[in-house]
């Protein structure tokens, strides 16, 4: 792109980012947020290990244990269901923002509420998503964790004088550090909110939610222990191609299980809202649904922490691994599409690891866990469409680094094949049936990299200052041919001295004696553009305007009228954007050697020109 030695200075002037020292007081804020988000996920780890020890072993106790080992019997089969009862009655009469896995509900939150979260959610959500998991409910702590940190982020940062996006960044902050604080993952915490969260890549968001993601690990080490949540024996660092192929399978078929998951949750929320009864008694039919496949498989009840441990360290038997794909994941979908609150990163993780667990016999021996690891790499990266999420978030789960490159291709190709095959996540198409269209793409905008000297127009109509109305009819005739709306007027020096609309202009010539001069229709002081300038600033400032066309002017000369820039011209580099995804073509040519040439290298006799 060219420019002149004019214009570069004030090109110089744009920066990479369009940070402010503002981010150091978000920043300060969002640390205070990480600190009280590595209690608030404290507080609901004990608060699940409390319902769960209630609703099952009938003692007060606020240790984590799995509700597997009951002897309730057959009564058990009521436990889901009067969790779900209470669960209902809160989401009915306290709010219905509790119902969910967390993540959909904060996504909504950023983007529709202004980043506001009613301090009742705060509340309420922990409090059902630990009833809902003490009682059996098959899901994870991480999403309410994750929602429930983004409402405490969210309260605080309604107390001060923000914007919405930086409340979006607070909200966002305490998002971040109820997960890192949950599963000692720092990095993957950052990665989620990048890649789910905050629907862009700036520093004036980016800094404070790591800070209060780094901040709240820091202080999980002091409440809960340092972590890693799932530690394993480091795996070989180099696979051979067999087993990078394997990596290959096990994406494919992740891929496929996550769609067919992701469809079967829905397709269950569907079953439930044809149902002739209130939304409020959906959770007591999933919560049977869930009594029913504890009494199959006791150990698809609850969080399950312990299995997805064992699945890392051992080769579990075949009945736990056919218990986890059939019963857990119908469990999952049918108590989760019933509207009951619960996560879903903890369920993938069991599903993922029991996909790769059954495939190990058929695979290369790659060590203890090898393969339900990436299993759960892949199911993450998949149905949560976060794909550098999965593949940190299991190495911060295991220590085990070793682990990247097979984690890289396993999760890639899930990723590219639910890309591909499903127009949404299992997260966002919650958000999409409340009405709402989200896209995962992030890109540059062309219209920061065009500049308005491109795109504006020099040929226009510029009218005389105190022109009388007999002058003007012919100009204004011979411009409206080119669609010139605006009409810079200009003294004898042509110096810009104002605008005029065409509007008011042909009022003005249907009005009144032809020896009326036009002054009194000049608005001065108009917003301008500059030609060293990027399309994207003039777009915020026709927006914050409502002017649609402006004058373009010299900075250093703002009298020195240079052309137009309207919306037409914004859409018409809109356009090139566009014809540079859509236009193909070859560019280079690869030009095979003639016959002359061939029978040269071989040193032979150039054959006759008659032969051919």
Known sequence: MQKSVEEAPEIEKLGDFTATPRVLWVSMLAVAIGILSSYVALGLLKLIGLFTNLFYYQRWSTALVSPAQHHLGYWAVLVPVAGAFIIGLMARYGSERIRGHGIPEAIEAILIKGSRVQPRVALLKPLSSAISIGSGGPFGAEGPIIMTGGAFGSLIAQLFHLSASERKTLLVSGAAAGMSATFASPLAAVLLAVELLLFEWKPRSFIPTALASVTATAARRYLMGPGPLFPTTPHQLIIGPIGLLGCVLV????????????????ASEDLFAKLPIHWMWWPMIGGLAIGVGGLIFPEALGVGYDMIGGMLQQQLPARMLAGILLVKSAMWAISLGSGTSGGVLAPLLMMGGALG??????????????WSMVGMGAILGGTMRSPFTGVVFMIELTHDVNMVLPLLVAV????????????????????????FHLTREYSSDPLEVIFVREVMRTKVVALPEGARRADLAPTITSAHHGGQILYPVVDADLRLKGVITRNHLVEFLQAGSESDSSRKLVQTNPVVAYPDEPLRSVVYRMAETGKTRLPVVDRHDSSKLLGLVSLNDLLRARARNLEEE??????LHLRLPTRKVAFARAGAKDPDPGEN
């Open 251 to 266: 994406g494919v078929l992740a891929g496929a299980f996550s769609a067919l998951l992701t469809g079967a949750v829905y």
């Open 357 to 370: 667990a059954v495939l190990t016999p058929w695979l290369p021996a790659e060590g203890a866990g090898f």
């Open 412 to 435: 890639l190709i899930a990723h590219g094949f639910t890309v591909l095959t499903l127009r949404r996540s299992i997260l966002t198409e919650k958000v999409s049936r409340r009405g």
């Open 582 to 587: 859509r236009h193909r073509q070859r560019v």
